[in-house]
Every structure is written in C-alpha cells, then in structure tokens.
C-alpha cells in the first residue's frame, strides 16, 4: 500500500478559531474525495457538464465543444442552440460566428428578405435590412432578377430599380424601347420609355430629339404633315411653310383628306394646304418632287388663293 501523508494547514481567522485543512499527497483518493462520493459529478472536459449528463446528451464528454462551432456544449443548451451541430439554423454560418456576427443563430433569414445570412455576407448586403440600397425591392428579389442590391438604380437610367418594376421598364436596360432615351429622361419628358415613337408620327423619340422636334406631338410645325413624312418628303417638320419660312402658323389649315400636298414655290401656302388639295383634285397640271410631294405650278395657285378670299 502506497504510503499517505497528511499535510495539515492551520488558518487563522478573524473569530480567533483555528481551520485545519487536511490534503492528502500520494496514495489512492480518500473516501472524502467529491468525485469518490459521487462519480455522477465527473466532468473530464471542464465544460460544465458531468460525464454523466453529456452521456445522456450524446456529447463528447472529452470536448467541451462537441460541434466545433466555438460555443461550448453548456453555453449552446442555454442559448438554445444545438451542441451537435455547429450549425443549428442551417444558413452556412457556424453558431459561434453568428454571435459575434450579431445574427441569430436559430434564425437563418431574420430580416426575411430571401437570402440566409451567409448568403447576405458573400453579398455584401445588410443582414437586419431587407431592402439594403432602399430602392423599393428586397435583397433576395433583386439577387434572383439580376439588379445590384447595394445600388439603387442598377443600370444608372436615372430610375430607381423599385420604380422600374411600377413602370415595366427593364431595370437593367437603361433604354428599354431602345429609342435612344434613357428611361429616366424619358419619364421626365413625357414620353414613353416603353414606345420607342411615342407620338406615332414616324421618328423615334430619340431622332426627334437630335432633330428639335416634339416626340410628344405628331406634327410638330401644326402643317398638317406628321414629321416623319415631312422626311420622308424633304420638307422641314420645324417649318410650316417650308418653301417661305416666314409664314403665319395661324393660317395652317390640316389636309382633311388626309393627302400630302406642298404648297408651289413663293405661294405662302402651308405645306399641308387643302386648298392645294382641292386643285389637284380639280385635275391641275402638276409636278414631282423627288420626295414624292406634288407642287402646283403658278396657273391654278389662282384659283386657290381666290377661294381663300386672297383675291
């Protein structure tokens, strides 16, 4: 039998009693060993946990952290957590991480925007702001349509992604119709950024823009003409009269029958002229331009500028 020293320590305390302690050194553990009297309250990983009761948990009772996830078993049974699975809400973060992070561990999408919080991190969003760039749209949608989360117009058309959906443009096509106007720009004018021609006269609301005229007004000069004929034709959109600029646009009168006459050279008459109109229709000698147009010559000018009380 090995041989067993007592070591003894007085304590002398403040009530003039004298406190022996006993420490045994060498030998088997005395009968007043804890551990002894009660193996239950063996706990070989220091976690707090017996033995015993990690047993019953399944833990490791030689790991204070049985998952690896950097919280021991005991502080993931208070917090909620699961000490066998590093991680308990399933969202590609360990628990541990999660704490420091700020994020809750048993909740993978806590500001349930669509995207788990690890998703959120390789994102760069906000994991407590479900619209983290607030252009209307929650993270996760704007993940799965393709705009930029952290921006609020994601293809810088001067609309914000929100508004683009309200809208039907593309929020990732700055020119949806394609007509060479932002849509943004095309909000503020008034046009269309879903109808590349908005006022239907031919052009573009782009080329109008290149050219002066209105994309908001078929025919842009009042003549009767929509501008895209006016092209067409080689006369001016800008112009009434385009042979005499300096015509009053009050005395435009529009075709009714719908034809495309151009006023003879030095007449004064607005391209669109009925009264034109009506010569020609009386069988008139006439005359092509290259652009299609019909002038009349100076003979039956007569008889439209007495109808019009000019004579």
Known sequence: MKKIILLSTLFALGTG??????????????????????????????????????????????????????????????????????????????????????????????????????????????????????????????????????????????LADGDELDLDTDPINPDTDGDGLDDGDEVDLGTSPLEPDTDQDGLEDGDELDLGTDPNLPDTDGDGIDDGDELLGGTNPLVPDTDNPNIDPGEINPDPSGGRVVSPPGSGAADGDPYANEDLQAGCACDSTPGGLTWMWAPMLLLGLRRRGSL
């Open 17 to 158: 009693c004298i406190y022996i302690e006993e420490r045994r050194v060498g030998g088997e553990p005395g009968a007043d060993d804890p551990e002894q009297r009660d193996p239950s309250l063996i706990d070989r990983d220091g976690d707090g946990l017996s033995d015993d009761a990690e047993a019953e948990l399944d833990t490791d009772p030689e790991r204070a952290d049985t998952d690896g996830d950097g919280l021991d078993d005991p502080d993931e049974l208070m917090g909620g957590t699961d000490p066998l699975n590093p991680d308990s809400d399933e969202d590609g973060l360990n628990d541990g991480d999660e704490l420091v992070l700020g994020t809750d561990p048993l909740d993978a999408d806590p500001d349930n925007d669509g995207l788990d919080d690890s998703d959120e991190l390789f994102e760069g969003t906000d994991p407590f702001n479900p619209d983290s760039d607030n252009d209307g749209i929650e993270d996760g949608v704007e993940v799965d349509i393709g705009t930029d989360p952290l921006t609020g117009d994601s293809d810088g058309d001067g």
